[in-house]
């Protein structure tokens, strides 16, 4: 299978910070398999989507800011529910306090996000936790 460089969907493309030795280390920890769907090969650094754009992980977003918007623990992983982005069945998700910073974007899937979450957790937690949800 061909390496998925066509990855247009709006804001799913390489971050910034992909390229930072952490977001390597991280990318070769990615699960084969999230929420029953199968990784896609890409070769853009940072990136992984599973499905057909189901899920999509892009390592080296710029970390948050302390922000209203809810904020919650899984697996010893914090997360921020971006919800001025999450719309409909698509919820847009950011860990908080890790740097650099991992967001996944789940669409349409069956399965919940928490669940993905808690698959993303192995691989996620070896960025270091520099703060915390409150």
């Known amino acids: 299978m061909r390496p998925r460089t066509d990855v247009t969907f709006p804001e799913r493309h390489q971050r910034p910070h992909a390229n930072s030795p952490l977001c390597h280390e991280t990318a070769r920890k990615y699960p084969a398999r999230l929420l029953d769907e199968d990784r896609s090969p890409t070769d853009l650094p940072g990136v992984a989507v599973w ?24 697996n010893g992983v914090d997360w921020v529910l971006d919800e001025a982005r999450s719309k409909g069945e698509e919820k847009v998700l950011t860990t908080y306090g890790r740097v650099p910073a991992i967001e996944v974007i789940f669409s349409g899937t069956s399965a919940t996000p928490g669940d993905g979450l808690v698959d993303l957790s192995g691989a996620i937690g070896g960025i270091p936790q520099q703060r915390r949800c409150l």
């Open 51 to 74: 499905g057909d754009g189901t899920t999509v992980l892009r390592c080296g977003v710029t970390p948050l800011r302390p922000t209203p918007d809810p904020c919650f623990t899984v």
